[in-house]
């Protein structure tokens, strides 16, 4: 799958974006300069900004098939190719690719790294040019409106004035919204799948859990482990250990794993992980921290509680979306319990009130949260019916024959 640099003119573009561990990354990075700088919503103006972000697919000569793919809290630009770290295939390579609701042979796809993150954009782990040393604890809090007003200056760079779709899950839905209400008149269509409006009382609880296993770890040295040359890995684990319990659903945990024991025959009476999900829990947090920062966990985490469209129009949700034109299309999982149904119904709802043109579809799946990113046929049944229909009311080739 070629990457597409066509767009890409402007001299604020760098060579190639590193991670926070100083690691050279493919792709391409974008910088917002200190002539303009980003303007965050905590009333702080930041420069530079750096965004890295990859592309897949050809913009066609009138740019009217842009989509821009929004990732999720532990998710980067890697969306469609091998990870660069880890070496595990891209994060949705089962929505993008040859044949899929998003093609490359139609879709110019991308994909950028949140602001706050930590594979190539600015982030707490990236160097204060003030101080020379990584930002910490020192970089503003920022916002999913901040993440997405520094993507809309990407898409400035990129030359694209309206984008044919704005698509994502969990944090990239929270993402979406924002979109579709700060730039309604540049989404032809969003596609916000296991969000909310709004992250509710029980998310914040989960999140806080997770950011005081980090702040606890002694590791994290007030958030300035960089200058001490050690990473808060024990609390980041834990902290990914306890978010992704979250991701699943009980009938996918029991499943995958029942009560089974790992490696053993019986119970050893001590704190080993006796049992499978033990073992796989561990897993799942020691992985996590060899491409993860901890201190962007903190800030991308405060991002998400933050989140509340209806709190920023005057307490009705309706008014996010007023004269809005997008096209939506919101996915919803049955046995989703993080961001449950009624999430999106509420959302729904505030688009029904405004005469928003929008499609809802609950998909029977016992795969829990993270059913955006595994293989659900329905899902991907009812997303390419959708951006099939949009994109012949866009003048764009559909992938069906002539």
């Given at each position: 799958?070629?990457?597409?640099?066509?767009?890409?003119?402007?001299?604020?573009?760098?060579?190639?974006?590193?991670?926070?561990?100083?690691?050279?990354?493919?792709?391409h990075?974008?910088?917002?300069?200190?002539?303009?700088?980003?303007?965050?919503?905590?009333?702080?103006?930041?420069?530079?900004?750096?965004?890295?972000?990859?592309?897949?697919?050809t913009?066609?000569?009138?740019?009217?098939?842009?989509?821009?793919?929004?990732?999720?809290?532990?998710?980067?630009?890697?969306?469609?190719?091998?990870?660069?770290?880890?070496?595990?295939?891209?994060?949705?390579?089962?929505?993008?690719?040859?044949?899929?609701?998003?093609?490359?042979?139609?879709?110019?796809?991308?994909?950028?790294?949140?602001?706050?993150?930590?594979?190539?954009?600015t982030?707490?782990?990236?160097?204060?040019?003030?101080?020379?040393?990584?930002y910490?604890?020192?970089?503003?809090?920022?916002?999913?409106?901040?993440?997405?007003?520094?993507?809309?200056?990407?898409?400035?760079?990129?030359?694209?004035?309206?984008?044919?779709?704005?698509?994502?899950?969990?944090?990239?839905?929270?993402?979406?919204?924002?979109?579709?209400?700060?730039?309604?008149?540049?989404?032809?269509?969003?596609?916000?799948?296991?969000?909310?409006?709004?992250?509710?009382?029980?998310?914040?609880a989960?999140?806080?859990?997770?950011?005081?296993?980090?702040i606890?770890?002694?590791?994290?040295?007030?958030?300035?482990?960089?200058?001490?040359?050690?990473?808060?890995?024990?609390?980041?684990?834990?902290?990914?250990?306890?978010?992704?319990?979250?991701?699943?659903?009980?009938?996918?945990?029991h499943?995958?794993?029942?009560?089974?024991?790992?490696?053993?025959?019986?119970?050893?009476y001590?704190?080993?992980?006796?049992?499978?999900?033990?073992?796989?829990?561990?897993?799942?947090?020691?992985?996590?921290?060899?491409?993860?920062?901890?201190?962007?966990?903190?800030?991308?985490?405060?991002?998400?509680?933050?989140?509340?469209?209806?709190?920023?129009?005057?307490g009705?949700?309706?008014?996010?979306?007023?004269?809005?034109?997008?096209?939506?299309?919101?996915?919803?999982?049955?046995?989703?319990?993080?961001f449950?149904?009624?999430?999106?119904r509420?959302?729904?709802?505030?688009?029904?009130?405004?005469?928003a043109?929008?499609?809802?579809?609950?998909?029977?799946?016992?795969?829990?949260?993270?059913?955006?990113?595994?293989?659900?046929?329905?899902?991907?049944?009812?997303?390419?019916?959708?951006?099939?229909?949009?994109?012949?009311?866009?003048?764009?080739?559909?992938?069906?024959?002539?």
């Amino acid at each position: 799958m070629a990457n597409a640099t066509n767009a890409e003119t402007s001299p604020d573009t760098l060579a190639g974006p590193v991670s926070a561990e100083g690691r050279a990354l493919p792709g391409h990075s974008f910088v917002i300069g200190p002539d303009a700088p980003l303007k965050l919503e905590c009333g702080v103006d930041l420069a530079p900004v750096t965004i890295a972000y990859q592309t897949y697919g050809t913009l066609n000569a009138d740019r009217s098939n842009a989509v821009l793919v929004c990732h999720a809290l532990t998710g980067d630009q890697f969306c469609a190719e091998p990870h660069p770290v880890t070496g595990k295939e891209g994060w949705w390579t089962s929505m993008i690719g040859p044949g899929k609701p998003l093609d490359p042979a139609r879709h110019f796809i991308i994909c950028s790294n949140v602001l706050g993150g930590c594979m190539g954009s600015t982030g707490p782990a990236s160097i204060d040019p003030s101080t020379g040393k990584a930002y910490g604890l020192t970089l503003p809090v920022i916002t999913v409106g901040d993440m997405v007003r520094a993507q809309a200056r990407l898409i400035d760079h990129l030359g694209i004035d309206t984008l044919f779709c704005v698509i994502g899950g969990s944090m990239g839905a929270m993402q979406v919204l924002e979109w579709a209400s700060s730039y309604s008149e540049r989404v032809f269509c969003a596609i916000p799948i296991a969000g909310a409006a709004r992250h509710s009382a029980q998310n914040i609880a989960f999140h806080e859990v997770g950011r005081q296993a980090i702040i606890a770890d002694p590791d994290w040295r007030g958030g300035d482990y960089a200058s001490h040359q050690v990473k808060p890995v024990r609390g980041l684990a834990v902290a990914r250990m306890a978010a992704h319990i979250t991701y699943l659903s009980e009938p996918a945990l029991h499943r995958k794993f029942g009560r089974n024991l790992q490696d053993r025959q019986a119970i050893t009476y001590g704190f080993d992980a006796d049992f499978q999900v033990e073992s796989y829990l561990r897993y799942q947090g020691s992985s996590f921290v060899d491409r993860f920062d901890a201190n962007s966990y903190l800030y991308l985490t405060r991002a998400m509680d933050y989140f509340d469209l209806a709190y920023e129009h005057g307490g009705v949700l309706g008014n996010a979306f007023k004269n809005t034109k997008t096209r939506f299309c919101i996915v919803s999982f049955t046995s989703d319990w993080l961001f449950p149904t009624a999430e999106s119904r509420a959302v729904v709802h505030a688009l029904n009130a405004v005469a928003a043109n929008v499609s809802f579809c609950e998909i029977e799946s016992d795969k829990g949260h993270d059913a955006f990113l595994l293989d659900e046929p329905e899902m991907f049944a009812v997303l390419g019916g959708f951006l099939k229909g949009c994109a012949e009311h866009r003048g764009l080739a559909t992938g069906e024959p002539a």
